[in-house]
């Protein structure tokens, strides 16, 4: 209520008040060469000042409950990316009868691997895992390799035509993967070296020549990186007689780990569940994400009730993730760190 | 000091200051090499040979490859009329991603402020907070979309004391009812709703613009914050005239990159179109066209973006 009093006077020009007003700025900026400013102003500039330093710092109860909203939409929002994993790990523990016991609700009352192993025997999950780490693991080290030479090529060197090549990186990441695949297709299935479909090559080949899967997000991420490092590291390699691969792999290398780590990380989990390329180039791979859709299309499975397949689904689905997870857990500390350490500039 | 400077200037004739320059761009080539031959090789020479197939027919020849037959816009018209479901397919998807890049774009940029914040847990909080980033995408995101024991659980069909999922925290046709009355506008509660209904889908999909914010907020110099303190500016000024401005350059990264990830999504209605029709494996020629016409769609929303954007952002050199 007392701001709100102060507010109005201010806001009601009372004559007697405005002479004040003048006569305190006349006094105030006789000496000066500039022209005062509009005194009503001036006084609603400081008393508006006032009434927020008054009311809108952060301080006491404001504070505290600054703090409450910010731990409740912290932690829902934590919840809720957490919960529909949790539900799936239940899930996968239950037995057929759990799944349709509407008593049961978190903990399951007789508890199975039943799902899992059906799972894991649908899925040929061993073999189909096996094969797709080693697929992400090429492609995600392609990957690396290529988008960091060519973002320090981009983030460090002057040369015609560099803009155009950049614009082209946009560009390969702007049209969609469809675009390209007929003749893409085409290009692998009749290579000149014989039918490189349903092999890892095709894939090994685009990141190797930048066109991998979203390549060009990652060239973007490191030439950012590598204009924010100052160039005085480089200058003093180049003093010291270092060329311009010495002075990349010694100096610039080492300083980016944190983000070659964040870009391996993105490139293999990235790959690992992409169905970009599946249907196209090797639709008989035995690869997590072909054969997991094994659950919902055989016939053993779709001939069983629905929920049993919805726990199927879930099941297939953790199952599938799970080693991106613990990846992902491992990696977090780095991933973490390459947040908090790209504003290198100080 | 100065006296050496000013001998190996007069020293150094011109040539050796050009030479240096030529080395340095015969770097860079050296070093965008891979990208070069990807380009030049691959991908120019596909996206040409993709054009030229949505102008002809294709018939395919065991062992050799496609046959072209040069047809003109007869695929195209196909596409636009005969294909009649694939029109508004793109227009529907295009809409409905309007509000949700906006949703996105704030969602990420409040985040990010949060997440740069001290308080107990933020390494946790980010680390959670990421998951989805690493997790939910490709076919994880097409999983989400299938029914899952997940639906039973939030619809209360399986146990109705348990409130747990985000969708079941709130009963969701009170909320409907409360924000329809409250915004008392049928077009902003619908883009509301929508949004609260979808927050999964936001958070799922709004991962990599927080990470670029964030790593935006990070890179802002201590030293101006500490000078707005000593000056005597509150939180609420800092956010807006250091923060804001500093990281205004990032919005339009995080813009262009939201609508191209949510345009290209695995579980995009239009891209699932084109996936069936390539998936077909009969209509090729048709397929071509179709993804023609949709990456124009794209390129020419991005080109607006972009236009728009561009003026609102305040560059710091």
Same mark, same amino acid.
């Given at each position: 209520?007392?701001?709100?009093?102060?507010?109005?006077?201010?806001?009601?020009?009372?004559?007697?008040?405005?002479?004040?007003?003048?006569?305190?700025?006349?006094?105030?900026?006789?000496?000066?060469?500039?022209?005062?400013?509009?005194?009503?102003?001036?006084l609603?500039?400081?008393?508006?000042k006032?009434?927020?330093?008054k009311n809108?710092?952060?301080?006491?109860?404001?504070?505290?409950?600054?703090?409450?909203?910010?731990?409740?939409?912290?932690?829902?929002?934590?919840?809720?990316?957490?919960?529909?994993?949790?539900?799936?790990?239940?899930?996968s523990?239950?037995?057929?009868?759990?799944?349709?016991? *509407?008593?049961?609700?978190?903990?399951?009352?007789?508890?199975?691997?039943?799902?899992?192993?059906?799972?894991?025997?649908?899925?040929?999950?061993? !073999?189909?895992? /096996?094969?797709?780490?080693?697929?992400?693991?090429?492609?995600?080290?392609?990957?690396?390799?290529? %988008?960091?030479?060519?973002?320090?090529?981009?983030?460090?060197?002057?040369?015609?035509g560099?803009?155009?090549?950049?614009?082209?990186?946009?560009?390969?990441?702007i049209?969609?993967?469809? !675009?390209?695949?007929?003749?893409?297709?085409?290009?692998?299935?009749?290579?000149f070296?014989?039918?490189?479909?349903?092999?890892?090559?095709?894939?090994?080949?685009?990141?190797?020549?930048?066109?991998?899967?979203?390549?060009?997000?990652?060239?973007?991420?490191?030439?950012?990186?590598?204009?924010?490092?100052?160039?005085?590291?480089?200058? %003093?390699?180049?003093?010291?007689?270092?060329?311009?691969f010495?002075?990349?792999?010694?100096?610039m290398?080492?300083?980016?780990?944190?983000?070659?780590?964040?870009?391996?990380?993105?490139?293999? !989990?990235?790959?690992?569940?992409?169905?970009?390329?599946?249907?196209?180039?090797?639709?008989k791979?035995?690869?997590?994400?072909?054969?997991?859709?094994?659950?919902?299309?055989?016939?053993?499975?779709?001939?069983?009730d629905?929920?049993?397949?919805?726990?199927?689904?879930?099941?297939?689905?953790?199952?599938?993730?799970?080693?991106?997870?613990?990846?992902?857990?491992?990696?977090?500390?780095?991933?973490?760190?390459?947040?908090?350490? %790209?504003?290198?500039?100080? | 000091?100065?006296?050496?400077?000013?001998?190996?200037?007069?020293?150094?004739?011109?040539?050796?200051?050009?030479?240096?320059?030529?080395?340095?761009?015969?770097?860079?080539?050296?070093?965008?090499?891979?990208?070069?031959?990807?380009?030049?090789?691959?991908?120019?020479?596909?996206?040409?040979?993709?054009?030229?197939?949505?102008?002809?027919?294709?018939?395919?020849?065991?062992?050799?490859?496609?046959?072209?037959?040069?047809?003109?816009?007869?695929?195209?018209?196909?596409?636009l009329?005969?294909?009649?479901?694939?029109?508004?397919?793109?227009?529907?998807?295009?809409?409905a991603?309007?509000?949700?890049?906006?949703?996105?774009?704030?969602?990420?940029?409040?985040m990010?402020?949060?997440?740069?914040?001290?308080?107990?847990?933020?390494?946790?909080?980010?680390?959670?907070?990421?998951?989805?980033?690493v997790?939910?995408?490709?076919?994880?995101?097409?999983?989400?979309n299938?029914?899952?024991?997940?639906?039973?659980?939030?619809?209360?069909?399986?146990?109705?004391?348990?409130?747990?999922a985000?969708?079941?925290?709130?009963?969701?046709?009170?909320?409907?009812?409360?924000?329809?009355?409250?915004?008392?506008?049928?077009?902003?509660?619908?883009?509301?709703?929508?949004?609260?209904?979808?927050?999964?889908?936001?958070?799922?999909? *709004? #991962?990599?613009?927080?990470?670029?914010?964030?790593?935006?907020?990070? #890179?802002?110099?201590?030293?101006?914050?500490?000078?707005?303190?000593?000056?005597?500016?509150?939180?609420?000024?800092?956010?807006?005239?250091?923060?804001?401005?500093?990281?205004?350059?990032?919005?339009?990264?995080?813009?262009?990159? !939201?609508?191209?990830?949510?345009?290209?999504?695995?579980?995009?209605?239009?891209?699932?179109?084109?996936?069936?029709?390539?998936?077909?494996?009969?209509? /090729?020629?048709?397929?071509?066209?179709?993804?023609?016409?949709?990456?124009?769609?794209? /390129?020419?929303?991005?080109?607006?973006?972009?236009?728009?954007?561009?003026?609102?952002?305040?560059?710091?050199?």
């Amino acid at each position: 209520m007392k701001n709100e009093d102060t507010m109005n006077v201010s806001q009601s020009p009372a004559e007697k008040k405005e002479n004040k007003i003048l006569k305190f700025l006349k006094s105030k900026f006789t000496f000066h060469f500039k022209k005062p400013r509009n005194p009503i102003k001036a006084l609603k500039e400081v008393d508006w000042k006032r009434w927020k330093r008054k009311n809108l710092n952060l301080n006491g109860l404001g504070r505290f409950a600054y703090i409450i909203l910010r731990f409740i939409i912290v932690f829902g929002i934590c919840f809720t990316i957490i919960y529909p994993y949790i539900v799936k790990g239940i899930v996968s523990f239950m037995s057929t009868n759990d799944i349709v016991d *509407s008593t049961v609700m978190f903990i399951p009352r007789e508890g199975s691997t039943y799902f899992i192993e059906k799972a894991v025997v649908t899925m040929e999950y061993w !073999t189909a895992m /096996l094969n797709t780490a080693l697929l992400s693991l090429a492609a995600a080290g392609c990957t690396l390799i290529v %988008s960091t030479m060519v973002g320090y090529g981009f983030a460090r060197f002057k040369f015609i035509g560099k803009n155009l090549l950049f614009f082209m990186v946009i560009l390969t990441l702007i049209i969609p993967a469809q !675009t390209i695949m007929i003749p893409l297709y085409s290009r692998f299935k009749w290579f000149f070296l014989g039918d490189l479909t349903n092999t890892f090559w095709p894939i090994v080949i685009l990141a190797l020549t930048g066109l991998g899967l979203k390549n060009g997000l990652y060239i973007y991420m490191m030439r950012q990186f590598f204009r924010g490092m100052p160039k005085e590291l480089e200058m %003093s390699a180049y003093i010291d007689g270092a060329g311009h691969f010495r002075t990349f792999f010694s100096i610039m290398l080492p300083n980016a780990s944190n983000m070659m780590i964040t870009i391996f990380l993105f490139a293999f !989990t990235w790959q690992w569940t992409d169905t970009t390329y599946n249907t196209m180039l090797f639709p008989k791979l035995k690869i997590l994400t072909n054969t997991v859709l094994n659950v919902t299309k055989t016939a053993e499975n779709v001939a069983v009730d629905t929920t049993q397949q919805q726990a199927l689904a879930d099941t297939a689905s953790l199952l599938l993730i799970l080693p991106l997870l613990l990846v992902f857990l491992v990696a977090q500390k780095y991933f973490i760190q390459s947040i908090e350490r %790209s504003g290198l500039v100080e | 000091m100065s006296i050496q400077a000013k001998q190996t200037k007069e020293k150094a004739p011109k040539r050796a200051v050009l030479s240096l320059e030529r080395k340095n761009s015969f770097f860079g080539y050296i070093f965008t090499l891979p990208i070069i031959i990807g380009l030049a090789v691959i991908y120019l020479p596909i996206l040409i040979q993709s054009l030229v197939y949505s102008f002809s027919k294709i018939t395919i020849v065991p062992k050799q490859g496609y046959l072209t037959e040069f047809l003109g816009f007869q695929n195209y018209y196909n596409a636009l009329y005969v294909e009649e479901g694939f029109l508004r397919t793109v227009i529907e998807s295009t809409i409905a991603l309007l509000p949700q890049i906006f949703v996105i774009i704030i969602f990420a940029f409040f985040m990010a402020n949060i997440l740069n914040q001290e308080f107990k847990g933020r390494t946790i909080a980010r680390v959670i907070f990421f998951i989805p980033v690493v997790v939910s995408t490709g076919i994880m995101a097409q999983f989400e979309n299938m029914n899952s024991m997940l639906d039973l659980y939030s619809s209360g069909e399986k146990m109705e004391m348990v409130g747990g999922a985000a969708s079941a925290l709130v009963d969701y046709t009170q909320l409907q009812e409360i924000i329809t009355s409250a915004l008392n506008n049928p077009n902003m509660s619908s883009i509301v709703l929508g949004a609260i209904s979808g927050l999964y889908g936001i958070i799922t999909s *709004s #991962g990599v613009q927080m990470l670029v914010f964030l790593s935006g907020l990070q #890179g802002i110099s201590i030293n101006m914050y500490e000078a707005a303190k000593v000056e005597g500016a509150t939180g609420w000024e800092v956010f807006w005239k250091i923060s804001f401005p500093m990281i205004s350059p990032l919005i339009l990264v995080n813009l262009i990159y !939201t609508v191209i990830d949510l345009f290209l999504k695995a579980d995009n209605e239009a891209i699932n179109f084109i996936n069936n029709k390539l998936a077909d494996g009969s209509q /090729l020629e048709l397929a071509s066209a179709l993804s023609w016409i949709y990456t124009l769609v794209i /390129l020419l929303f991005v080109g607006i973006v972009w236009m728009l954007v561009k003026k609102l952002i305040v560059y710091q050199d």
